[in-house]
C-alpha cells in the first residue's frame, strides 16, 4: 500500500522568511501543528524554528513531531557563479539541522526571483541565456552532490513563480539537464498551476524525479488579474492567491491519485500562503488535512 504522508510547514502559518517580518512564535506553531493532527514537518526558513539539534528534536518529541524535510530559502542566484559559496554555506547549515532530526530531504526554494515580491518591481530579465542556464544546472548538481554525500539526504528543488525554473517547459529542460542521482523535484502543486501547468500530469511524466510535494491551491480570478495588470507572485499572494483546498486550482484528487500510482511512498506538505489577517491558521490547516485524507 502507498502512503502519501501528510505534513505542513511555517508558510501555513505566514512564515515565509526568518526576518523581523510579524510571525507567530515558534513554539505556537508547533503547538498548533500538532493540535491540527499532523505529525510531519518541514522545518522552514533556517532561524525560525531553533537551530540547536538538541533542543529542536526535544521540542519536536515533546508534541509527537516529526521532520520529513529542512529548507533552503534566501538563495536565488544559482545562475550567478559568484553566489556559489554564499548558497552552499546557507545549503549546508540547513542540511545539517535536517540530518540532525533525521529529515529525509532538503528543499530548495529557489528566491528572491527576478522580481521584488512586495513592490514587483524587476530585479532581472525574466528569462536566462544559455550561460546562465549552464550555471544554474551546475550550481543545483553540485548543492545535491554535496547534500547527499555530506548529509545523506535528498536534494528536491521547488520550482516556483517569478524564477528561472517556473513554466512547465523550463521545469522539463531543468529535469533533462540536471543529473537525477543528486536533484529532485519538490513539486509544488499551486505554484505549478499558477504557471499554466498540470502537476498530474508532470508526475505521470516524471514519476521518479518528484521528491516530495507541496500542496497548495490558487485563485483563478488572482492568476489571471496577475497576467493582466502583470502583478508579482508576491502582490497576489498578499490578495489572497493562495486559497483552501479544495477552493482553487489544481484540483486534487488526480494529483493524490497520480501520486499513488507510483507506486512508493511520498510526503505531502501542505505549504498554504495566507495573505495577514486570515482565519486562525490551524483552522485551515486541520480542515486541509481532512480534505487530503478524503480524496
Known amino acids: 500500500m502507498v502512503n502519501l504522508i501528510l505534513g505542513n510547514c511555517p508558510g501555513s502559518w505566514g512564515v515565509r522568511w526568518a526576518g523581523p517580518e510579524p510571525r507567530p512564535p515558534w513554539r505556537r506553531f508547533l503547538d498548533e501543528l500538532a493540535g491540527a493532527g499532523y505529525g510531519w514537518l518541514e522545518l ?29 530559502h534566501g538563495c536565488g542566484g544559482l545562475h550567478r557563479p559568484d553566489e556559489f559559496g554564499d548558497i552552499l554555506a546557507r545549503t549546508r547549515r ?28 524587476w530585479a532581472e530579465p525574466d528569462k536566462l541565456d544559455d550561460d546562465g542556464w ?34 512547465g517547459a523550463q521545469i522539463g529542460r531543468f529535469l533533462a539537464e540536471t543529473d537525477p542521482a543528486y536533484v529532485s523535484l519538490c513539486l509544488d502543486t499551486g505554484h ?7 502537476p498530474a ?23 489571471i488579474r496577475a497576467q493582466r495588470e502583470s502583478l508579482a507572485y508576491g502582490q497576489v499572494v498578499m490578495l489572497g492567491a493562495a486559497c483552501e483546498p479544495p477552493h482553487g486550482l489544481p484540483d486534487l484528487p488526480p494529483v493524490m491519485d497520480a501520486l499513488r500510482d ?34
Not at 533542543?55 to 513531531?65: F, K, S
Open 44 to 72: 522552514g526558513p533556517y532561524g525560525y524554528l531553533p537551530t540547536d539539534p538538541g533542543r529542536l528534536n526535544d521540542e519536536l518529541a515533546r508534541r509527537g513531531l516529526r521532520v520529513c524535510a529542512g529548507t533552503v
Open 94 to 121: 540547513a542540511a545539517e539541522l535536517a540530518a540532525a532530526t533525521g529529515a529525509h530531504h532538503l528543499v530548495f526554494v529557489p528566491v528572491p526571483g527576478y522580481r521584488d515580491e512586495f513592490t514587483g518591481a
Open 134 to 167: 549552464r550555471v544554474l544546472v551546475r550550481t543545483a548538481n553540485e548543492l545535491g552532490k554535496h547534500v547527499l554525500g555530506e548529509y545523506g539526504l535528498t536534494l528536491c528543488f521547488q520550482p516556483h513563480a517569478d524564477t528561472y525554473v517556473e513554466t
Open 192 to 198: 505549478h498551476a499558477y504557471a499554466g501547468g498540470d
Open 201 to 223: 500530469g508532470l508526475i505521470a511524466e516524471a514519476p521518479d524525479r518528484v521528491g516530495c510535494v507541496h500542496v497548495k491551491q490558487i485563485d483563478p480570478r488572482l492568476a
Open 262 to 295: 507510483r507506486g512508493r511512498d511520498v510526503f505531502v506538505v501542505v505549504a498554504h500562503e495566507p495573505p495577514p489577517g486570515l482565519e486562525a491558521p490551524a483552522v485551515v490547516a486541520a480542515r486541509t488535512r481532512e480534505y487530503l485524507q478524503s480524496c
